[in-house]
């Protein structure tokens, strides 16, 4: 198996079947080749020229997903209501708004909290 580096020296790129032309190594295929094909990211090339697993960079990574994630359901869930014109927002209640403004304020948190907020019953 061809891999390729990072910067901090973790697969970034492999090739199972064939040749990579910037290929920084050549090594074995690690022993659970189904969890390196979906965790690639998290190996690195150790001094015995071996692929190791990093469960810390795993966790690492877990998080970006789990960020994107957000970050997309955010912007599904969230955004099509708070870019609405005023003449939506002028037909509001002051209750309406002030619980729209805690939820907005809540998305925009939820990178931090991690916790999706529940979406007023009025909304739905």
């Not at 015995?48 to 359901?73: G, Y």
Request: with cysteine.
């Amino acid at each position: 198996m061809q891999i390729v580096l990072d910067e901090r020296g973790y697969v970034k790129a492999y090739a199972l079947i064939g040749e990579i032309s910037d290929a920084s190594a050549t090594v074995s295929d690690p022993a659970d080749i189904d969890d390196f094909e979906v965790n690639y990211r998290s190996y690195y090339l150790s001094d015995n020229n071996t692929l190791v697993k990093n469960a810390d960079k795993q966790l690492e990574i877990n998080n970006e997903r789990k960020l994107v994630d957000l970050r997309h359901k955010r912007e599904k869930q969230c955004f099509p209501y708070i870019n609405r014109g005023y003449i939506w927002y002028n037909k509001l209640t002051d209750a309406q708004k002030n619980e729209l403004d805690v939820w907005y304020k809540a998305w925009l948190d939820v990178t931090d909290t991690m916790v999706v907020p529940e979406t007023p019953a009025w909304l739905v």
